[in-house]
């Protein structure tokens, strides 16, 4: 009788340690893969456009950047870059609350360089709205004119339908 209970005492320990190991591979999947982030955002944006899907584009813009879907198709789109390899560098994201800004690296084609000027990048501002990260086009051209024009706007506003 000994035996059976002994038995059953290792197969529910067995059964516990599953349980755990599979809990924390789910949460580092989450956490690492599936979690949403500014940089996630970015890169599903310009995939998007590259892609000239404009439903994935909707997706990963705020509500007020909706009317930039456009991009992902027309004389704006990318999709003719992408097969030609276009390339781009992701930066980290600097996080403030619920906004960031993410550095997008393009490089410059070597026959028009001009000086030390290697790349342009763009700053995208994304806001974090309903639990996602969200690129906001009309923060991201602020930011852009304020990068360009000093006290031309580059702060990041706040956005006009994040949750409070």
């Known amino acids: ?6 038995r059953k ?3 529910v320990v067995v059964v516990i340690v599953i349980v755990a190991v599979l809990a ?3 949460g580092a999947a989450w956490y690492f893969v599936l979690r949403s982030t500014p940089e996630k955002a970015v ?3 310009l995939e998007a456009i590259a892609d000239g899907d404009q439903e994935k584009l909707k ?4 509500d007020r950047s909706a009317e930039f879907a456009g991009m992902a ?3 704006m789109g990318m999709s003719d870059e992408k097969d030609k390899g276009m390339a781009y560098e992701i930066g980290a994201a600097e996080v403030s609350g619920e906004q960031a800004k993410v ?3 393009y490089p410059i084609p070597e026959d028009m360089q001009q000086g030390d000027m290697k790349g342009i990048t763009i700053n995208y501002v994304v806001h974090h709205v309903d639990g996602q990260w969200k690129v906001d086009m009309p923060d991201t051209i602020k930011s852009m004119m304020g990068d360009l024009m000093p006290g031309g706007g580059g702060g990041m506003a706040a956005p006009e339908d994040a949750q409070p």
């Open 1 to 6: 009788m000994q035996s059976i209970s002994r």
């Open 9 to 11: 005492g290792s197969a």
């Open 24 to 26: 924390i591979l789910g």
């Open 43 to 45: 890169v599903a944006m």
């Open 59 to 62: 997706g990963v813009l705020t």
């Open 73 to 75: 198709r027309g004389p």
């Open 103 to 105: 550095p997008v690296t």
